[in-house]
């Protein structure tokens, strides 16, 4: 597949390369004016969402900027700026019209999450190959960050791919992933929001328990899908810096 | 009550000063050579343990040498260097014959806890009242930690005592409090031990969900009733610093 840089632009002290690989477009975050290797966090975004989703931006820019690492960002198929296949746009139109309708949106969610896992792990490692050929990033250590969707495709990651280290998931329940999530040996911090409304919360505390990582710990916070407290933030960095850094 | 300093030494920079208020024995630990006021933390023993348990003498010395907190531990009503009173003596035998008999002991426990928590809580009150007389102490910010048995007489003493701001707590399930747990409003960080053996995880869950304090995380770990792990006393302090500091 062809690696290109498409753009470039610098704020406030992170670069930010966007990238075509094939046919998957991402963004590298790094530290402005950065030289020599770094450890590199993979960021996956939720169901809907893309690279230049708030949520990834702004962790990017922290793991960037204040601890230094190497972020990658990239669109899941049919998200962001990718096509959207036929049987996505269905599966998207059916859960749009049940959650517009108030209906549990389970099943075509669930589909959706069927349908992009296997090319989203592919796409990922793909990615990581590429981008440690950058000379800021290298072939050091790799952490995944990725919540909801971002959750439900980094469990077959880490199940798949030995050279991510540590990870942090959440805001996912444990349907149809137990025995892959028995296959995650690394370090984990699991979030998980107390008054989650698209999450049952034992869904959620069986996905965490599912997971074989002995080192692994589940925060769990007020709050709905959406709405992880900002502290989450500075301890996820703490927790990269600690396993990667 | 009459106040007394009964002894008093320094180690690796943090100063204990053993005391008795009326017949509540306690330590009261400052960084060495502190003058003026500071934030304080109440740290209260497990069941069956006592003011200078590994865990409290480790811990409240990280709390006053790294973070500069002034820390009281008291023993409990029949614990550590207290009289043990007749009905004490009668259920902590029936407990302690229970476990060896790999019976279920939450009998027992629960009546030791109801015996004793009324009592502890002014003693807390009490002790928070002298102390904050010292000149290295003083009247501000309070805090809490206990796990266990600690936790049991923190929730009524959260609960009964506006002056203490923010709580860690854990290592317990909700039976019998959640009345009570309902009328904690602070910050609390609540720690929850995934393989306990002696408090089952949904009564911890529960507990941490009749809380009423909109800020408030749990933190689940692998493993058993007393092996939280080292690094969540680096949260520990983090959290206190950050509301009490």
Same mark, same amino acid.
């Given at each position: ?6 753009? %470039? ?7 930010? %390369? ?36 708030? &949520? ?61 896992? &296997?090319?989203?792990?592919?796409? $990922? ?6 981008? %440690?050929?950058?000379?800021?990033? &290298?072939?050091?250590?790799? &952490?995944? $960050? ?47 929001? $107390? ?7 034992? %869904? ?42």
């Amino acid at each position: 597949m062809r690696f290109s840089v498409t753009s %470039q632009m610098s704020t406030d002290g992170v670069t930010e %390369q966007s990238f075509t690989l094939g046919e998957i477009t991402g963004i590298l975050f790094t530290p402005q004016d950065a030289t020599g290797p770094r450890p590199l966090i993979l960021m996956g975004h939720g169901g809907g969402q893309h690279k230049r989703a708030p &949520g990834i931006v702004a962790g990017a820019h922290r793991f960037a900027g204040e601890g230094g690492f190497a972020v990658a960002a990239i669109d899941a198929p049919s998200h962001g700026d990718r096509p959207k296949s036929e049987q996505f746009i269905q599966l998207a139109s059916d859960m749009r019209a049940r959650m517009a309708a108030d209906e549990d949106a389970t099943e075509p969610a669930t589909a959706i999450h069927t349908l992009l896992a &296997g090319q989203t792990v592919a796409d $990922w490692q793909a990615v990581l190959t590429a981008v %440690q050929e950058f000379d800021q990033v &290298g072939a050091g250590p790799v &952490g995944y $960050w990725g919540m909801s969707m971002g959750c439900r495709f980094g469990v077959p990651l880490l199940a798949a791919e030995p050279r991510i280290r540590a990870a942090v998931l959440g805001l996912l329940g444990a349907r149809g992933l137990t025995d892959t999530a028995a296959q995650v040996t690394v370090p984990v911090r699991f979030l998980l929001q $107390w008054d989650d409304k698209m999450v049952p919360r034992d %869904q959620a505390l069986a996905l965490f328990d599912a997971l074989a990582s002995t080192d692994k710990t589940l925060h769990a916070n007020p709050g709905g899908h959406g709405e992880i407290p900002a502290y989450e933030t500075d301890d996820t960095l703490r927790f990269f810096t600690r396993h990667l850094g």
